[in-house]
């Protein structure tokens, strides 16, 4: 307010100073201040003659104080907690680790192999498909007497912010053989086939059999309802999986919603290192209605010839009668 004060003084003030000099500390020479913010105002630090202040010194001819750095040790906690929430929503949202404890995958998984594991896409609606390797939690107590591991503190906290899986949590790994609306079958020792077709399996086990050989659940056919998966082991004659479980509320089924993700990539150890791709035998069409379609076309023609009978008969007895 001091410099609309100033710039708002009458004409009498000037008319007063006429005809004689204005003293330096006449009030009247107010009128030459400027603003903080322009050039030679006070408080800028500024020099004579607006000129800034020599050898880089600040007001009062003192040296300006440089910005004192963070120390590391402060910054280190606050980088913790950032990486932590960091983990915590990459476990949640995208990916999550996970160890192999048993032999029920060989030789696609061998015990202790860390696997990662899609989480995200499911978030998007994507559901499990034929051939894929999938974890899922354990729907019906299929881990009834297994033992549980005795996590130490540094596991526990480990597995809590994802990179080591949870021991509490009971979770299996298999591949999925069929989908919902799917028929699976199998005779003697194989092949298993799917909707009528037969599967090429080189992921099994070398010196097992697709199919098992017993009466506890190794000869089956069923057909997968919606909304769930049917899933088996690679070492077939050493899973217990959909087959040996048929006697469970969802009869051997996984249900979807039970699924945690695909098992896309081996991450540890890095001897081992790659991806777990879906097998080529899943790229044939395996669809329930295309099994159909392979009759439809006899009757179709059986369908279609039955009319073209009934209208030619009555043709000819119509003909008939007119002679």
Known sequence: MGDVAVGARSGH???????????AADPAAD??????????????????????????????????????????????????????????????????????????????????????VDKLTPWFGSEPERGEVVVFHDPAN????????????????LSWIGLMPSAEEKDLIKRVIGVGGDTIECKNTGPLTVNGKALNEPYVYPGNTPCSMDDQGGQFKVKVPEG?????????????????????????????????????????????????????????NLDARSAALTVAPQGLALAGAVPLVLWRRRRDEAAARTR
């Open 13 to 23: 003030d000037g008319e007063e100073h006429r005809g004689r000099p204005v003293d």
């Open 31 to 116: 009128d030459a201040v400027t603003s903080g913010n322009e050039p030679g105002a006070g408080g800028d630090g500024a020099g004579p003659g607006g000129q800034p202040p020599a050898d880089g010194q600040g007001p009062g001819g003192t040296s300006p104080q440089p910005k004192k750095q963070r120390s590391f040790w402060k910054e280190l906690p606050i980088l913790i907690g950032i990486a932590l929430v960091l983990a915590l929503l990459i476990k949640t949202f995208l990916v999550q680790a996970f160890s192999i404890p048993s032999d029920s995958m060989q030789n696609t998984l061998q015990q202790g192999d860390r696997v990662l």
């Open 142 to 157: 299929w881990l009834a007497g297994e033992p549980t591991p005795d996590p130490n503190a540094l596991q526990t906290f």
């Open 228 to 284: 769930h998966i049917w899933v088996m082991g690679d070492h077939r004659q050493n899973s217990r999986d959909s087959r040996y479980n048929q006697a469970d509320k969802n009869h051997g089924m996984v249900p979807v919603d039970e699924v945690v993700g695909r098992a896309v990539v081996i991450a540890w150890p890095v001897n081992r290192w790659d991806n777990l791709p879906v097998p080529d035998t899943f790229e044939q």
